[in-house]
């Protein structure tokens, strides 16, 4: 299942002097990000990868192979940051089933945090000569698996069986085409959505590009911290309009229960790996520029050493992109979205050998290769949902990729 393509791995991290802008910095068109208010990891070239086989134990065995890895390196960190020292970045499949999970060590990793910056480097050939970045041209959009209509069926298909009690909630997802006039470069992807959606984790892994709202777990020393999102609605055309439309979504019953369904599955994951969790009784709004979500920070305290990986695999797939209950919604997602989600919608970030890290749920994002992407967007149905509304909503949270493609 894996390569290390330098073994054992010799890693060294000094403290560097500012890089300000990370995007800049990236070499070449295979880059690895994990970009938040400018601050965070960009990486390049591949030091070691696994391809991690489809099954339950996934997140196990992705673990072990690292923890095997990292415990046969020669490490020297004079930084000792979360994120100094080797790092792996990595991306899973939404479905367990689904092929193409991945984790990546990067040869090169640049880290910025809390006014300190490093470098970390394995093996010694680490530098190479950069290429520019190049626009991908006129971009052109199709439909994906379902058409907008055969999509607004399937929604309606789901509020279906959510009237006939069968279960709660489902996130329902869809996806576009695009083909671009050049190969789509992910570090232009990369600096528009970091500039653009700073609030966001900008993400780049194995051609997985996006920006995502939705924080899935951070863990650092024994503390964690997830950022729970369900319930959504546009942004106004004016503030008045904007605020208005902020203070519907908070008092809107249909997704303040969408909501709950999210917190209850985060909370149900984390508590028997806490030794305290705070679960805050009402949501807020978080405004983002293309749309506004009611949004909760969990946090707690791990009981024991548990990795950020341990917390990944307990948590993933919550009521926010799953639905409730998830076995269910993810037998209803197999059965009326009609494609295979892929990475969408699947854990996204960053593991380093003490086990801290970041991890979101891979939303706003598009799959790249070549001159041709896919783009996904979903949304959370429930018993009210009219599959008009689902369909804007999925459209606005398109946007954010769009922008990325188009500048
Ligand atoms: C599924 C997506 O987003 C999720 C669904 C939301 C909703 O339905 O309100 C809000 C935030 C995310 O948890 C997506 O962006 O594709």
């Given at each position: 299942?894996?390569?290390?393509?330098i073994?054992?791995?010799?890693?060294?991290?000094?403290?560097v002097s500012d890089?300000?802008?990370?995007?800049a910095?990236?070499?070449?068109?295979a880059?690895y990000?994990w970009?938040?208010h400018?601050?965070?990891?960009v990486g390049?070239?591949?030091?070691?990868r696994a391809?991690i086989?489809?099954?339950?134990?996934?997140?196990?065995?992705a673990?072990?192979?690292?923890s095997s890895?990292?415990?046969?390196?020669?490490i020297?960190d004079?930084?000792?940051?979360?994120?100094?020292?080797?790092?792996?970045?990595?991306?899973?499949?939404?479905d367990a089933?689904s092929?193409g999970s991945?984790?990546?060590?990067?040869?090169?990793?640049?880290?910025r945090?809390n006014g300190?910056?490093?470098l970390t480097?394995i093996g010694?050939d680490a530098l190479?000569l950069?290429?520019?970045p190049r626009?991908?041209?006129?971009?052109?959009y199709?439909?994906?698996?379902?058409?907008?209509?055969e999509w607004e069926h399937?929604?309606a298909l789901?509020?279906?069986r959510?009237?006939?009690?069968?279960?709660?909630?489902?996130v329902?997802?869809r996806?576009?085409t695009?083909?671009a006039e050049?190969?789509?470069?992910p570090?232009?992807l990369?600096?528009?959505l970091?500039?653009?959606?700073?609030?966001?984790?900008?993400f780049?892994?194995?051609?997985?590009v996006?920006?995502?709202?939705?924080?899935?777990?951070r863990h650092?020393?024994q503390?964690i911290?997830?950022?729970?999102?369900?319930?959504?609605?546009?942004?106004?055309a004016?503030?008045?309009e904007?605020?208005a439309?902020?203070?519907?979504?908070?008092?809107?019953?249909?997704?303040?229960?969408?909501h709950a369904y999210?917190v209850?599955?985060?909370?149900?994951?984390?508590a028997?790996?806490c030794?305290?969790?705070t679960?805050?009784?009402e949501?807020?709004?978080?405004?983002?520029?293309?749309v506004?979500?009611l949004a909760s920070?969990?946090?707690?305290?791990l009981s024991?050493?548990?990795?950020?990986?341990?917390?990944v695999?307990a948590?993933?797939?919550?009521?926010?992109?799953?639905?409730?209950?998830t076995?269910?919604?993810?037998r209803v997602?197999?059965?009326?979205e009609?494609m295979?989600?892929g990475?969408?919608?699947g854990p996204?970030?960053?593991?380093?050998?003490r086990?801290?890290g970041?991890?979101?749920?891979a939303?706003r994002?598009?799959?790249?290769s070549g001159?041709?992407?896919?783009l996904?967007?979903?949304c959370?149905?429930?018993?009210?949902?009219?599959?008009?509304?689902?369909l804007?909503?999925?459209?606005a949270?398109?946007r954010?990729?769009?922008?990325?493609?188009?500048?």
């Amino acid at each position: 299942m894996s390569v290390a393509l330098i073994r054992p791995l010799v890693v060294r991290t000094i403290a560097v002097s500012d890089p300000r802008d990370l995007p800049a910095r990236l070499p070449d068109s295979a880059p690895y990000a994990w970009i938040r208010h400018g601050e965070g990891l960009v990486g390049w070239g591949e030091a070691a990868r696994a391809v991690i086989p489809p099954g339950p134990g996934r997140f196990d065995r992705a673990r072990e192979w690292l923890s095997s890895l990292f415990a046969g390196a020669d490490i020297e960190d004079e930084v000792l940051m979360p994120g100094s020292g080797p790092v792996a970045l990595g991306s899973f499949t939404f479905d367990a089933d689904s092929p193409g999970s991945v984790l990546v060590v990067p040869r090169v990793v640049l880290g910025r945090r809390n006014g300190r910056a490093w470098l970390t480097t394995i093996g010694d050939d680490a530098l190479r000569l950069a290429t520019p970045p190049r626009d991908p041209g006129r971009i052109r959009y199709g439909d994906g698996s379902l058409s907008a209509l055969e999509w607004e069926h399937r929604v309606a298909l789901a509020v279906e069986r959510i009237r006939d009690g069968a279960l709660g909630k489902v996130v329902l997802a869809r996806d576009l085409t695009v083909t671009a006039e050049r190969d789509i470069d992910p570090r232009v992807l990369v600096a528009r959505l970091a500039g653009r959606y700073p609030e966001c984790y900008t993400f780049s892994v194995d051609g997985l590009v996006g920006a995502t709202p939705e924080l899935l777990v951070r863990h650092s020393g024994q503390s964690i911290e997830s950022l729970v999102l369900a319930g959504t609605t546009a942004r106004g055309a004016d503030a008045a309009e904007d605020e208005a439309r902020g203070a519907a979504l908070r008092a809107s019953e249909k997704d303040r229960h969408e909501h709950a369904y999210a917190v209850a599955s985060v909370r149900e994951a984390l508590a028997p790996l806490c030794s305290s969790l705070t679960v805050p009784e009402e949501p807020e709004l978080l405004v983002l520029p293309n749309v506004q979500h009611l949004a909760s920070r969990v946090t707690g305290r791990l009981s024991d050493g548990a990795s950020v990986l341990d917390v990944v695999a307990a948590m993933h797939p919550t009521a926010a992109v799953g639905g409730t209950p998830t076995g269910t919604a993810l037998r209803v997602i197999r059965e009326l979205e009609g494609m295979d989600r892929g990475r969408y919608a699947g854990p996204v970030g960053w593991i380093d050998a003490r086990g801290d890290g970041e991890w979101g749920i891979a939303l706003r994002c598009a799959e790249v290769s070549g001159a041709t992407a896919r783009l996904f967007a979903g949304c959370g149905i429930m018993a009210k949902s009219d599959p008009a509304a689902e369909l804007a909503e999925a459209q606005a949270k398109l946007r954010a990729m769009q922008y990325a493609l188009e500048g």
